[in-house]
């Protein structure tokens, strides 16, 4: 399967915005607000503004012939600014936004949308640049400044985001961090609940599984299993795109 820009935009906002539907413990769902600052409004308005931000990345991708740019990280730190507009409330999905950058400029650069596309992120990574750390700092500080939970933020002098991943640090923002290391596990193995056990129209349904089946991985981190389950929502709709969702 071939996508194009506007492809790429449109799997993004579907999974940002049907993550938090589904009534996963711990999380806001579409009956409880976790909290007053993540509001379920919250979540739709910031996977909408996202989702313009992954267009970018895609035709950047594209006018570069499918080779890896230059710059990639300025469009981290654009989509979070991107997700605070028109709402209140916190940094929401710092985590979703973390973790798909690498994953879909992988997916472009290499023309390939499986789940196996995850195993040559971290090949992606190791070419990335001291400009790319400048702006995933940038990135990181915008989420500091709206959340009470997130930590300091560090500038770690880094040649590339890769060697950044692989510095031991007790951040709490480095919870995400630990997927590159395990060659996203968790995701997979959601990822794999998802394509083992659907059924006409019950995919948030089985998305309550399979956040069950990894939070206790995540150290019962709630929001760290909903972001692993954003991304393998994302993978299931761009690789079943006549799914039926609901």
Known sequence: MNY??????????????LEPI??????????NDWQNKSKLEYFLISGVNIGRVFHELAERIKHNNYKQPD????????????????????????GIIELMIPIVTTQLIEQKYDI????????????????????????????????K?????????????????????????NDVHKEYITKFERIKQAYYILETTYKDGDLLDISINAYNTILKDCNNYSGLAADYICVALYFYLINHPDVIII
């Open 4 to 17: 194009n820009s506007l492809d790429i935009m449109h799997y993004v906002i579907l999974a940002s915005i």
């Open 22 to 31: 589904p009534e996963k413990k711990g999380c806001t769902t579409r009956k």
């Open 71 to 94: 710059l990639i990280y300025d469009l981290a730190y654009k989509a979070q600014k991107e997700s605070l507009k028109n709402r209140k409330g916190g940094k929401i999905n710092f």
């Open 116 to 147: 196996s596309i995850l195993d040559k992120v971290e090949k992606m990574l190791q070419n990335t640049t001291k400009e790319d750390v400048k702006y995933h700092y940038q990135f990181r500080k915008i989420a500091k400044d709206v959340s």
């Open 149 to 173: 939970q997130f930590p300091n933020t560090t500038i770690y002098d880094t040649p590339n985001l890769y060697e950044y991943y692989k510095i031991d640090k007790s951040e709490l923002e």
